[in-house]
């Protein structure tokens, strides 16, 4: 176990079984659907290789990277890459290694819904469902978590341990 993580929540092995449930329940939902797999970056990357190996129909995968800012009265998100692929008409899974205030999705939701997707669901790693302030949810959660700093498995403090292979709490003398 690296020295920074106080505790282990999800071992590989473990992430693997749940990957292999949500691919099993998402194969079922969208018989004979093509999806496009979006993640977004970077923190998803590992959650969507592990996931997508279960999902037994054609889907394709595509990268998006924003970041989101909250103005007065307000808030915007800015592209800093976005997907290469129009999707009118198609069925879209947004994938992502954590839901928190919910932020960051409902934006990116709202955005493909207006560019006319036929649906666009969400599937989440994790879920800090404590921390929700905007009206969000996902169709597909791994696991529920409280409201602890979690690295690992894509999740970072500062650009380090999104190679753990196990999603763990990060010590409190890390960041305080
Ligand atoms: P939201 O827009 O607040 O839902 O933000 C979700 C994003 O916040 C995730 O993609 C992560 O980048 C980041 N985040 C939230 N909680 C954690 C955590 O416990 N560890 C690492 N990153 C987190």
Redesign the pocket.
């Known amino acids: 176990m690296h020295k920074d993580v106080k505790e282990i929540l999800y071992t590989q092995e473990e992430i693997t079984q749940k990957c292999k449930e949500l691919g099993k329940q998402i194969t079922h939902d969208y018989q004979g659907k093509d999806v496009i797999l979006i993640g977004?970056l970077k923190?998803s990357v590992p959650f969507l290789a592990e996931l997508s190996k279960y999902i037994e129909l054609d889907v394709t995968f595509d990268y998006m990277d924003v970041s989101?800012y909250e103005g007065v009265e307000s808030r915007t998100i800015t592209i800093k890459k976005d997907i290469d692929q129009d999707v009118s008409g198609k069925e879209l899974l947004l994938v992502?290694?954590?839901?928190?205030?919910?932020?960051?999705?409902s934006t990116v939701k709202a955005m493909f819904e207006e560019r006319g997707a036929a649906s666009v669901e969400i599937v989440t790693m994790l879920d800090?469902k404590e921390?929700r302030t905007y009206p969000i949810e996902a169709k597909y959660v791994g696991y529920e978590i409280p409201n602890a700093?979690?690295?690992g498995f894509g999740?970072?403090?500062n650009e380090k341990y999104r190679n753990l292979p196990y999603v763990g709490i990060l010590k409190e003398e890390c960041y305080q």
């Open positions: 977004l923190g989101s992502e290694d954590i839901l928190d205030t919910g932020k960051t999705l800090k921390g700093f979690v690295i999740l970072d403090f």
